[in-house]
């Protein structure tokens, strides 16, 4: 009896423990919310002000002024200036080669002895006009006036002054022919080509070489048809400003000025575009000191657009789809939509839509959603703490 009686205690106390432990264990729970982790980005501060835009466009280097020379008289060339070569620079009036002039002096002098006779014949004219008209008063009849003019010799007057004139004029002509034999640069320019050499037999006519001004080079270039009331044709003082770069030829600082100067009346055929003529002035830095440009080179043109005024400016890239922009906002993002004035190879003028102390987020986000968190990175951050602190 006392067995069963120990039996049944035990089993009440291992019932109550069994009960107590199972009641007392602690309670696992699963945390179903998930830490959001803030994305790192770049920011750039928005600029607000007047800009100028940049409009790229690509052009070859053309002469303005080029000339193929030739001679208006035939003849032997019998001397050359030296700077008559290729490459060579000459000024207006050099002389560059003379052509034979003894058959020219022999042809002058023959015209200065007819017409030494020409107006010796005239004056003879002229005394026998007076013969005739003194016996014409003694006469003293009254003639018809076509007998009058035979009496009196008129037609042989006239006749006399004719020969006079034209014996002026081919000596005149027999001057000119031998000034010609002396054969002078028209303008400041460069031999590009010469066809002929000391001892070659040119005619009237004949190509003698290929010059062109260096005073100014054109770079011809073309630009679409939106963007031409963004600039300003004319004189070197309200014409857009050009910069132009050869990136294969001169070092990345290396550029040259030059100014907008005409627009062609003709679209360029294949792209549809305007195109344009770029002035460039001391285009080989005689004067300036820069590097020289190359007729036929392929260079960049950088062509200031008219004044922005009141407008933000941001980098290109950041113009999102639907002309907006990522802005990080209170370590937020925020999109935002923007009216953008114009944009050029590197920079958005934004007319509205941003403030001057908005940060432009740069950084390409996988998620994008309005309030994600953000947070900048570290060498970010310090830009954005030192422009602050401006």
């Not at 208006?72 to 050359?80: K, L, S």
């Not at 018809?144 to 002026?168: F, H, I, K, W, Y």
């Not at 990522?326 to 958005?348: H, K, P, T």
Request: charged share 25%; with cysteine.
């Amino acid at each position: 009896m006392k067995t069963l009686l120990l039996c049944a205690a035990l089993l009440a106390v291992g019932g109550v423990a069994l009960w107590v432990i199972f009641n007392t264990e602690p309670e696992v729970r699963r945390e179903s919310a998930v830490r959001e982790t803030a994305m790192l980005v770049e920011v750039e501060r928005v600029e607000t002000g007047t800009f100028r835009p940049e409009i790229q466009a690509m052009g070859t280097v053309r002469a303005a002024r080029e000339v193929i020379l030739r001679p208006r008289v035939g003849g032997e060339v019998e001397a050359i200036a030296d700077a008559f070569v290729p490459g060579g620079e000459v000024q207006a009036g050099e002389v560059l080669l003379r052509i034979d002039d003894a058959d020219y002096r022999v042809l002058l002098e023959q015209r200065e002895s007819e017409y030494q006779q020409a107006v010796a014949q005239l004056e003879i004219e002229n005394g026998r006009q007076e013969i005739a008209l003194r016996d014409y008063r003694q006469l003293n009849k009254d003639l018809q006036p076509d007998n009058r003019a035979l009496v009196l010799r008129e037609p042989q007057l006239r006749s006399a002054e004719a020969v006079v004139r034209g014996a002026t004029a081919a000596l005149e002509q027999a001057r000119l022919n031998l000034e010609r034999t002396t054969v002078r640069a028209p303008f400041h320019a460069q031999i590009l080509t010469r066809e002929v050499n000391l001892g070659s037999q040119v005619s009237a006519g004949d190509a003698l070489a290929r010059l062109v001004g260096v005073d100014t080079y054109w770079v011809e270039t073309t630009i679409p048809l939106d963007r031409l009331r963004w600039l300003a044709f004319g004189g070197q003082g309200g014409a857009s400003p050009v910069r132009i770069r050869h990136r294969s030829a001169w070092p990345e600082n290396e550029s040259r000025s030059g100014y907008l100067f005409r627009l062609i009346g003709e679209l360029e055929g294949d792209t549809r575009m305007a195109r344009v003529l770029v002035a460039v002035d001391d285009p080989l830095g005689r004067e300036t000191g820069g590097p020289p440009l190359i007729i036929g080179s392929f260079v960049e043109c950088l062509i200031e657009g008219r004044e922005l005024r009141d407008v933000a400016r941001v980098p290109r890239g950041t113009i999102r789809k639907g002309d907006t922009v990522w802005l990080m906002r209170d370590g937020r993002l925020a999109i935002q939509s923007v009216d953008i004035a114009f944009q050029d190879g590197e920079w958005a003028y934004v007319r509205s839509g941003l403030a001057a102390d908005d940060r432009v987020v740069t950084t390409s986000l996988a998620t994008v959603r309005d309030g994600i968190a953000l947070r900048l990175k570290p060498e970010s951050n310090a830009v954005d703490i030192a422009t602050t602190g401006d």
